[in-house]
């Protein structure tokens, strides 16, 4: 072969202090990073065959690397290949240094926090996972999980992972509907959640939930219920069961089930532009490699670090960036249950100081939000142990990323603006320290990650080239955690990711690549608000909304806004002869998004207007919308083609009015 072999890593050197070590290799020398990125797009199946070979335990060697088709979207890495990936997170680690901590659970408490080490965390899953066995739970059955942020979580993640069952976290702050049609759409025959939930001091009723969804759930035939507050909540007889009392029965041995590298690993729902959401569906192994690469190599992450992505369980930051990345590289991850002004917005550097936090991970509207209070809330905790300050979700505007950078990190730290998406599941576009990268610049999540090839391609499917220019965001070549397919609708993966620019995955970002080549996101280029760094479909508030019988019609967009990035605006028209005043029908639609898809989704500002701007062919002109809300009347564009030209008038006048 006349390629240059992959540069070999050197190992780093002893044991820190606190008794952890990484297993895998880790690598922090600046020249290989430049020269592994050229590597992995020049040879691609030798940079990934290596890499799994190196870094994962394999019960079975795959006999092929990948075989991957981006115009049919036919996707399959390690081929053949068996492994199960809790061996990876778990077994390894605890055979290696059983008593090295796996978990800091930072509880809702102020200043209350508690380790779990390797060895207790593997007893705990499989104990848990014999729970699931004897409840008849199998490979291939899909677990719907609703849970708060405590150590049994992740052990019950991880259980799902050992038996082979494919599981379905959703996030606990969604409400029963949207729960129920989360169950519905994965046919899932078993629940599990906990008592109550804590969060800023206070209690979440997540089993009273869980009930409640069930009543649109016939196939549910078991919920497992964990303890977090002890309160006393109804168990049905014959369908729930107390959690800890099934796992005290059960042995704290459970062998690994043999998975196929392609076996569904979980499926997590994400929001679309249209229709209802999506189950988005990752696999075993191209998954924890690639979480667990991203993981050492954006983070930098050293033996002995102390990883704090605070992200919640129930979004992929937190499948791969709490657990799964963390935990297959054999680090100590903080399992954060608070908020970051709970009980003051000192929180984030107090918890850093005590528990000697080496990166955090966290998301722009967060940092805007503590922004806002004074520096002495940073500045009286020690905050020497950072590295690595990285975020997610949404655009890093400069001044919150000055604040992070010189505030936070005391000019010292690197700041890492990480891009990816719950389709990708890890991170794809990001300034990577330990290849001693150019100066990050505010805003721009850089470059990307080994393996990733970005290419900005125009409306017509061309793709641009040269620097300085702004396209639509899509990616050439595969990478190994790509989503695989949407739960029980193929067609619908294909029609949204490939078949947009054939040849290619299309994200649904627009990116700019500055004159150095390196990418800024400028936000999604479909009908998907991005609000506080979650995803939300405007299909889905709308439909909630239209529910409320004195409404004909609603369209919400998003609209910027100085601490979540986007807030949601919705315009109302009511139905002819509808005299409610408009606060009661306000009170009303809140109720019904409440109710809907839950409380973080309820629009900021709602406009009651007598008609929305709509084509001939009745589709409603978002784009007029967003202008009009951005106060941008000079580029509202041609009006004359609508169906109702007036219209835009009106709304104009009532915005005005009213903002
Ligand atoms: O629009 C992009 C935005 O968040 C979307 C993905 O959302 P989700 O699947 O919920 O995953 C969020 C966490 C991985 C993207 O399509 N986004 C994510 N990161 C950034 C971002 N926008 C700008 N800058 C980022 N760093």
Known sequence: MDREPVPKKP????????????????????????????????????????????????????????????????????????LNVTVNCLDRHARDNPDRVAVLWEKDEPKQHEPVTYKQLLDMTCQVANVLKSQGIRKGDRVVLYLPMIPLAIAIILACARIGAIHSIVFAGFSAEALSSRINDATAETVITADEGVRGGKTIPLKETVDTALKESPCVKRVLVATRTGAAVPMAAGRDHK??????????????????????????????????????????????????????????????????????????????????????????????????????????????ERLKVTQIYTSPTALRMLLKST???????????????????????????????????????????????????????????????????????????????????????EVITGNDVTGNLCIRKPWPSMARTIYGNHEKFLETYYRPYPGYYFTGDGAYRDK???????????????????????????????????????????????????????????????????DSIITGLKAMVKTGVGSFAVPHKFLIVPGLPKTRSGKIMRRILRKIANNLYEELGDVSTLANPPVVNDIMQKWLKEA
């Open 375 to 461: 520096n002495e809330y940073v500045t009286k905790y020690d905050r020497s142990s950072l590295r690595i300050l990285g975020c997610v979700g949404e655009p890093l505007n400069d001044k919150a990323w000055q604040w992070y950078y010189t505030v936070v990190g005391e000019g010292r730290c690197t700041v890492v603006d990480t891009w990816w998406q719950t389709e990708t599941g890890g991170i794809m576009i990001t300034p990577r320290p330990s290849a001693n990268d150019s100066t990050p610049k505010p805003g721009y999540p850089m470059n990307p990650f080994f393996g990733i090839e970005p290419v900005l391609v125009d409306d017509k499917g």
């Open 243 to 352: 959690l800890e009392e099934l796992m005290k029965e059960e042995s704290t041995e459970c062998p690994p089930e043999p998975m196929d590298s392609e076996d569904p690993l979980f499926m997590l729902y994400t929001s679309g532009s249209t229709g209802k959401p999506k189950g988005i569906l990752h696999t075993q192994a191209g998954y924890i490699l690639y979480t667990g690469l991203t993981q050492q190599y954006v983070f930098d992450c050293r033996p002995g670090d102390v990883f704090a992505c605070v992200a919640d369980i129930g979004w992929i930051t937190g499948h791969s960036y709490v657990i799964y990345g963390p935990l297959s590289n054999g680090v100590t991850t903080v399992l954060f249950e608070s908020t970051p002004v709970y009980p003051d917005p000192g929180r984030y550097w107090e918890m850093t």
């Open 11 to 82: 190992r780093v050197g002893e044991e820190e202090s606190n008794g952890l070590h990484s297993p895998v290799t880790l690598c922090h020398t600046a020249p290989s990073n430049e020269l592994w990125y050229q590597e992995s797009l020049k040879a691609p199946e030798a940079f990934w065959d290596q890499l799994a070979k190196e870094r994962l335990e394999w019960i079975k060697p795959y006999d092929k690397v990948m075989d991957v088709d981006m115009n049919s979207g036919d996707i399959k890495w390690f081929i053949n290949g068996v």
């Open 516 to 582: 150095d080549g390196h990418y800024k996101i400028t936000g999604r280029v479909d009908d998907v608000i991005n609000v506080k760094g979650h995803r939300l479909g405007t299909a889905e508030l709308e439909s909630a909304m239209n529910r409320d019988g004195r409404v004909a019609e609603t369209a919400v967009i998003g609209c910027p806004h100085d601490v979540y990035g986007q807030a949601i605006l919705a315009f109302v028209i009511l139905k002819d002869g509808v005299t409610d005043d408009e």
